[in-house]
């Protein structure tokens, strides 16, 4: 075996070894058939396992450093230049957010005036549709209502004439 561990490697070893002593059965089953299929493409034996456990135990792969940090003596002016820029930027995020939430507030006011306003047009479009439909009928029941009238109107005055109206004899033929 080569003194060189695949950090990448051991990491999905001992992520499957964790859940293999996990308590949820399904997943410790799942984890230790994951662990057969692996050393089965890799061609690795429990022997050669037990090995790699024992050569790892004394001496564990380095882990990477962190970082240093900046101690807290540094006051310089650059540092407290930053600092205060740190401090504005922060100001001016939350001050962003703040008015970011405000617009968004006003927006789905706005949706919802726009939802309703187009509720209103097509409520008025289908009354306005449903007058138009009644138009045509309107108009001709208005001419028909006129002509019946002057029908009704004619008629109503022959009867009157007719009525009215009698031949009145001849009076003449008594002057005689």
């Not at 396992?49 to 101690?71: D, E, G, H, S, Y």
């Not at 002016?77 to 930027?89: E, F, G, N, S």
């Not at 306003?117 to 138009?132: D, I, P």
Request: aromatic share 6%.
């Amino acid at each position: 075996m080569s003194g060189a561990f695949d950090p990448k490697e051991l990491k999905v070893l001992s992520d499957i070894l964790a859940l293999v002593l996990e308590e949820q059965e399904g997943q410790s089953v799942a984890a230790l058939n994951a662990l057969r299929s692996r050393a089965r493409k890799s061609g690795t034996t429990g022997g050669a396992l037990k090995n790699l456990f024992v050569a790892i135990a004394p001496n564990p792969p380095q882990r990477a450093k962190p970082k240093p940090r900046a101690t807290k003596t540094e006051t310089g002016p650059d540092v407290l230049a930053a600092r205060q820029q740190i401090v504005t930027l922060t100001n001016n995020l939350r001050q962003m957010d703040l008015e970011l939430r405000n617009s968004r507030a006003r927006l789905e006011s706005v949706r919802s005036e726009l939802y309703q306003t187009q509720q209103s047009r097509a409520e008025l479009q289908s009354r306005l549709l449903t007058r138009e439909a009644r138009k045509p009928y309107f108009s001709t029941l208005i001419w028909c209502g006129f002509a019946v009238g002057i029908l009704i109107g004619i008629a109503g005055t022959q009867f009157i004439h007719s009525v009215v109206d009698v031949p009145r004899p001849d009076k003449s033929i008594y002057l005689h």
